[in-house]
């Protein structure tokens, strides 16, 4: 059930028995090392990897999460689940087609990119209007490439990632597909996952929780990082000593860490750690009703959870 009054989640917290995060990744192909998934119950030592070894691909993500992970779990996607709205009243103002929610803008890209393999985005990201809005890499064909409404700068951001900056950490915006630390091409395919899941599993914050059901929310992977007792800018983690300090700190058991390979992706260690941190604050009430967040903006840019 979806309706206009669905951002908070309700004012009950809600409950689950299984945590799971995933490092997302938006780059081009069908199969990437850059996405790991982890899961955590709500009475085990430590997190584990799902599959771990193996090199998933974003279609395989999905089909985990609907028809293999357990009920009462909630999913963190370390994307951005929408573009910032609230800065000018749209998407992309000054296009009469700009979608009105976040449920508009994924379908938008389902749409246009439905020719698009492994959920990709570039069909998205190369339409005359939206290129509008996009700093994008150059090719062998373009000099470029900003465009022309991009804004200059580092770009626009929501909302949630003022919240995000004021714990420390450094947010880029969703407009930005250039650098190492883009996260655009991420968070664009990671809406057409979005858009793919029935809708009995909800997506918070646009969606009304039901008690017992799949969760899906937007995570900050720096956020876990830091509650973790790593600085914003030292987060990722490389080495299974690391990986057992940050873990221990976030109340898991030191005696299930003896499996821990000496080096370890940092993707797996995110996915690890912020699986740990969901279990230890998905119960926090104030975290599913941040102060921040109206209900317009909740159906339109969402929310990371955790940012307050």
């Known amino acids: 059930m979806v309706g206009p009054q669905a951002a908070r989640a309700g004012r009950v917290t809600p ?26 119950a709500a009475d085990d030592d430590a997190p ?13 993500v999905l089909e985990w999460l609907v028809d293999e992970a357990p009920p009462q779990t909630i999913f963190g996607f370390d994307l951005g689940q929408s573009l910032p709205f609230a800065d000018a009243g749209a998407f992309f103002p000054g296009w009469a087609d700009s979608p009105p929610d976040a449920r508009s803008l994924w379908a938008m890209v389902e749409a246009i990119c439905a020719d698009d393999p492994h959920l990709g985005v570039a069909s998205f990201v190369d339409h005359p209007d939206i290129a509008r809005h996009f700093r994008r890499p150059r090719t062998k064909h373009e000099a470029g490439h900003e465009g022309d409404l ?9 909302v949630t990632e003022a919240a995000q900056a004021a714990i420390g950490c450094s947010p880029t915006s969703n407009f930005n597909l250039v650098g190492a630390a883009q ?14 899941l029935p809708r009995d599993i909800a997506v918070w914050p646009m969606d009304t929780i039901t008690p017992g059901g799949k969760v899906v929310v937007e995570i900050y992977t720096t956020i876990a990082a830091i509650a973790a007792g790593r600085r914003a800018r030292a987060s990722k983690i490389r080495d299974g000593a690391a990986l057992t300090d940050a873990l221990a700190a976030l ?3 030191i005696g299930a860490f003896s499996a821990w390979p000496e080096t370890i992706t940092d993707h797996a260690a995110d996915a690890l750690i912020t699986a740990a941190w ?16 109206n209900d317009k903006i909740a159906q339109t840019e969402g929310w990371t959870f955790g940012a307050l």
């Open 183 to 196: 996260v655009g091409k991420g968070s664009l395919s990671g809406m057409r996952l979005l858009h793919r």
């Open 278 to 293: 969901l279990r230890g604050h998905a119960h926090r009430g104030e975290l599913w009703r941040p102060a921040m967040m």
């Open 15 to 40: 409950r689950f028995t299984h945590f799971a995060a995933i490092d997302w990744s938006g780059a081009a192909g069908e199969r990437h090392r850059g996405i790991a998934v982890a899961m955590m």
């Open 48 to 60: 584990h990897l799902i599959r771990p070894g193996h090199v998933w691909s974003r279609r395989e």
């Open 251 to 253: 109340g898991c058991r």
């Open 150 to 158: 991009f804004g200059g700068g580092r770009g626009r951001f929501r």
